[in-house]
Structure formats: C-alpha cells, structure tokens
Nanobody
Framework: QVQFVESGGGLVQPGGSLRLSCAASGLDMEYYAMGWFRQAPGKEREGVSCIDSVDGREHYVDSVKGRFTISRDNAKNTVTLQMNSLKPEDTAVYYC??????????????????WGQGTQVTVSS
C-alpha cells in the first residue's frame, strides 16, 4: 500500500522559510516522479513543483520559481520542498504524491496519487 506522510509545515511570517518533507512507503521512489501540491481554502488542489525520476529534472510553477526548491533522496524514499521568501498567498495545505517516471501534467495532478493528510503552511504576520 502506497502512502505519503508530509511534515514540516507551520506558521511563518512573510519572507520566512519552511522546509517540507515527505516520507514515501510502499513504492520504490526511484521509478517515480515526485510532486508537491497545495490546496488553499475554497480552491482546487494545484501542482507546485515536481521532480522527474530518470534525470532529476525539476519543475516549478511560475508563482514559486526562484523561491522554492525541490529535492529527492531515493535511498531514503523522501522528497523535500525548501520554501523561501514565503508570501501570504502560499498559505495552503501541502501534499506530496507520485506518478511513474515523469512530471507531465503535474500542475493538474493528472496521474498522481494517492494522497496523504498533508501539512498546513500558514504565512501571516
């Protein structure tokens, strides 16, 4: 059974940083693209960043480029999201998930799953 457990969220002031971690079990992460997603109140869940399995290519939506960095450790079956220069609009529940090999369609979540409980990120002064 594939499971993802996200951690590292919290309350941070604008301009601050957080480092999210995702522990994956039930799959060999080496063969999976790993993505981070977020869902703000009243909004659809959206892809934020993704990293391919084969070549480790990183993908970011425009709103987080230059601020967020995704990384993976296949040996530990973990994926992290370093978030810097946080803004109030980054406030959301953050989730990780996987799909085979490549990050295609990560923005729309197509092919990704299952979903964990997520971790809450709140950016507020």
């Amino acid at each position: 059974q594939v499971q993802f457990v996200e951690s590292g969220g919290g309350l941070v002031q604008p301009g601050g940083s957080l480092r999210l971690s995702c522990a994956a079990s039930g799959l060999d992460m080496e063969y999976y693209a790993m993505g981070w997603f977020r869902q703000a109140p009243g909004k659809e869940r959206e892809g934020v960043s993704c990293i391919d399995s084969v070549d480790g290519r990183e993908h970011y939506v425009d709103s987080v480029k230059g601020r967020f960095t995704i990384s993976r450790d296949n040996a530990k079956n973990t994926v992290t999201l370093q978030m810097n220069s946080l803004k109030p609009e980054d406030t959301a529940v953050y989730y990780c998930s996987a799909k085979e090999y490549y990050c295609s369609d990560y923005v729309t979540r197509k092919g990704f799953g299952p979903w964990g409980q997520g971790t809450q990120v709140t950016v507020s002064s």
